[in-house]
């Protein structure tokens, strides 16, 4: 049964808790470039639709040749391909890695841009990458990072509207109901609660540490202790 706290009380005693638990699981692979505003853009770009640990692989892979545009130009187009070919469209994501290196140093004197819009002029780079770079690279956070685990947890938390879809809105409206202080770490978090707990076609409710909180939106229990996700990624 969910408890019956004001609204800004469960979201607070939910973060409080996923926060906690979070010490204790494996921490997200972006993580590793925070600070970092060159790895932390390509790292971004090559995650798209990709697992965690495929993206890992490929970082590690491209990282280890070169780490910085100037030498990463200096790679063939068949080292750049085989280094991240772990990653979902990996083809085309080895052009973006050549093209983004070589806009760097011609338009932006090798230093990455500050701006959600000059990033975007970036090839391969949409507005989720270009937030999730500021985020971890420049540790600005005028948005929250909306990846499929922000858009599946939130919704099932009834933060987001369930019908909602594009991650711009999405982050809207997290904004809208998260303190100005959650919004670093959300991303983080959800990335990790999803994979531990909130899963996405099976959550595991029956153990979850928030389920008194938890509103279940479009989440269909199909057995004992079973629950399953009705179609929102
Ligand atoms: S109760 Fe279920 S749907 Fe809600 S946050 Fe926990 S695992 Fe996700």
Same mark, same amino acid.
């Given at each position: ?104 140093? &011609?338009?932006? %004197?090798? =230093?990455? *841009? +500050? ?9 391969? @780079? ?45 982050? &809207?409206?997290? %904004?809208? =109901?998260? *303190? +100005? ?9 959800? @990335? ?42």
């Amino acid at each position: 049964m969910m408890n019956n706290m004001p609204e800004d009380e469960r979201i607070r005693e939910i973060y409080e808790r996923i926060s906690e638990a979070a010490k204790a699981w494996p921490p997200t692979t972006l993580s590793y470039y925070e600070g970092q505003p060159f790895k932390a853009l390509i790292a971004s770009m090559l995650s798209a639709q990709t697992r965690e640990e495929q993206t890992f692989k490929a970082m590690n892979a491209l990282f280890e040749l070169a780490d910085n545009p100037v030498d990463m130009l200096q790679l063939s187009d068949e080292q750049i391909r085989e280094a991240v070919s772990p990653v979902m469209y990996f083809e085309n994501k080895a052009k973006y890695v050549r093209e983004i290196c070589q806009r760097l140093i &011609e338009h932006d %004197k090798g =230093v990455v *841009p +500050r701006t959600v819009d000059a990033l975007t002029e970036y090839k391969g @780079v949409g507005w989720k990458v270009a937030v999730l770079t500021l985020a971890v690279g420049y540790g600005i956070y005028e948005d929250i990072t909306v990846d499929v685990h922000v858009n599946r947890i939130g919704k099932r938390l009834g933060l987001v509207n369930p019908e909602t879809k594009q991650p711009p809105k999405i982050s &809207e409206e997290l %904004k809208k =109901v998260l *303190p +100005r202080e959650y919004w670093p770490y959300w991303n983080g978090l959800m @990335v990790q609660f999803g994979r531990v707990i909130c899963q996405p076609t099976y959550p595991q409710c029956a153990k979850c540490l928030v389920r008194d909180l938890c509103p279940q939106i479009n989440v269909i229990k199909i057995g004992p202790n079973r629950f399953k996700d009705a179609g929102y990624a």
